[in-house]
């Protein structure tokens, strides 16, 4: 259990490095940190609110492998990621789905060259 909160604060890190106006998804996230699963982004994430020196995170960046926002909770969070979202200039289809070929993060790269 004392691993984890350096794996978050880990995780955190990486989510901090994603600009806005694009997202990454669960999955990139977990292969760049490369000790967890998609789902425990995910965890990450959910937990944000008890984390210490958290609240620059910017978790509406972080959406699921299909583009869309995975429901939180009771589901008021879901509207708040898609404004914050969109403020940042991102664009949903008709589905609610965004275009990763357009706003995906390339974060492998960014990432690297930033630990070079």
Same mark, same amino acid.
């Given at each position: ?7 978050? $604060? ?5 989510? +901090?490095?994603?600009?806005?106006? !694009?997202?990454?998804?669960? *999955? ?14 995910? %965890?990450? /994430?959910? #937990? ?5 020196? #958290? ?10 492998? !299909? *583009? +869309? ?6 589901? %008021? ?6 404004? /914050? ?13 965004? $275009? %990763?070929? !357009? ?9 690297? !060259?930033?630990?070079?």
């Amino acid at each position: 259990m004392a691993e984890e909160p350096r794996l978050y $604060d880990l995780i955190y890190a990486v989510i +901090r490095q994603i600009p806005a106006g !694009k997202v990454a998804s669960y *999955g990139q996230i977990s292969h760049i940190v490369g000790r967890c699963s998609a789902q425990m982004i995910g %965890f990450a /994430l959910a #937990a944000l609110g008890k984390q210490p020196n #958290a609240e620059d995170v910017p978790w509406q960046r972080v959406v699921n492998a !299909k *583009g +869309r926002i995975s429901p939180h909770g009771y589901g %008021f969070g879901t509207n708040m990621q898609r404004v /914050l979202l969109e403020e940042e200039g991102i664009v949903f289809n008709l589905e609610g789905e965004i $275009d %990763f070929d !357009k706003f995906a993060w390339d974060g492998i790269t960014v990432v690297s !060259k930033k630990l070079e």
